[in-house]
């Protein structure tokens, strides 16, 4: 009879340590995902108050930051952020590095915002498993990070519409998945990468680029 006590007592035990488990999970859920939404939340000014309305973080339960306004999660019952969809939202600031906290995230749309700055340089590091980058109609200005051609996943970047200069890294030629480029109404020159798959229109209107699908090199 004892022996059976200490066994009943063991499973109680394994049974509550479970729940705890569970419970604990359901409150927290990934809490650097969580970190990451809050990290950029609290780094960019958002004047018409879309993440401020939406992305409460007072009562966060599993799968609660994939009902945030621009979030999407690999599944809809745990906090793990796939996409990232902030655009045309007014949004101020630099580009967020605690972006690297939302560590499965493979799109990002930052699109039609007034963001400034230059694109970090360790954009790789920071955007590790990023298939879609669309950083276009903001105010970015400086060169195109080489590193981004570390991106081995990219299939669509966008970086239309800033104020980029200098050369385009003639790396993003071994981005052997990339299908959409354009970096139209920038200040950008020299050679553009060989990207057999970019039309001319997708270097429209910047200072001096040359080769590729545009006139020769002199």
Same mark, same amino acid.
């Given at each position: 009879?004892? =022996?059976?006590?200490?066994?009943?007592?063991?499973?109680?035990?394994?049974?509550?340590?479970?729940?705890?488990?569970?419970?604990?999970?359901?409150?927290?859920?990934?809490?650097? $995902?969580?970190?990451?939404?809050? /990290?950029?939340?609290?780094?960019?000014?958002?004047?018409?108050?879309?993440?401020?309305? /939406?992305? $409460?973080?007072?009562?966060?339960?599993? *799968?609660?930051?994939?009902?945030?306004?621009?979030?999407?999660?690999?599944?809809?019952?745990?906090?793990?952020?796939?996409? =990232?969809?902030?655009?045309?939202?007014?949004?101020?600031?630099? !580009?967020?590095?605690?972006?690297?906290?939302?560590?499965?995230?493979?799109?990002?749309?930052?699109? #039609?915002?007034?963001?400034? *700055?230059?694109?970090?340089?360790?954009?790789?590091?920071?955007?590790?498993?990023?298939?879609?980058?669309?950083?276009?109609?903001?105010? !970015?200005?400086?060169? #195109?990070?080489?590193?981004?051609?570390?991106?081995?996943?990219?299939?669509?970047?966008?970086?239309?519409?800033?104020?980029?200069?200098?050369?385009?890294?003639?790396?993003?030629?071994? =981005?052997?998945?990339?299908?959409?480029?354009?970096?139209?109404?920038?200040? =950008?020159?020299?050679?553009?990468?060989?990207?057999?798959?970019?039309?001319?229109?997708?270097?429209?209107?910047?200072? $001096?680029?040359?080769?590729?699908?545009?006139?020769?090199?002199?």
């Amino acid at each position: 009879m004892v =022996l059976m006590s200490g066994r009943t007592f063991c499973a109680h035990v394994i049974i509550i340590n479970f729940l705890l488990l569970l419970s604990y999970n359901l409150i927290y859920g990934t809490e650097t $995902d969580i970190f990451c939404l809050k /990290s950029i939340k609290n780094s960019l000014e958002d004047p018409y108050g879309y993440l401020k309305s /939406s992305w $409460d973080f007072n009562n966060i339960t599993q *799968g609660s930051i994939c009902r945030f306004t621009g979030v999407e999660c690999w599944h809809p019952n745990e906090n793990r952020v796939l996409n =990232l969809n902030l655009s045309n939202m007014g949004l101020k600031g630099q !580009f967020p590095r605690a972006i690297q906290n939302c560590t499965s995230l493979t799109g990002l749309d930052f699109s #039609i915002n007034k963001l400034s *700055g230059k694109i970090p340089a360790d954009i790789d590091v920071l955007l590790p498993f990023v298939v879609t980058l669309d950083l276009s109609y903001n105010n !970015f200005s400086g060169e #195109i990070p080489k590193s981004v051609a570390n991106c081995s996943y990219l299939n669509s970047l966008k970086l239309d519409r800033n104020a980029l200069s200098g050369r385009i890294p003639g790396e993003l030629s071994f =981005l052997t998945r990339l299908r959409t480029f354009t970096v139209t109404n920038n200040l =950008l020159r020299g050679p553009v990468p060989n990207l057999p798959q970019v039309p001319a229109e997708s270097y429209a209107n910047n200072s $001096d680029l040359c080769g590729g699908p545009l006139p020769p090199c002199s």
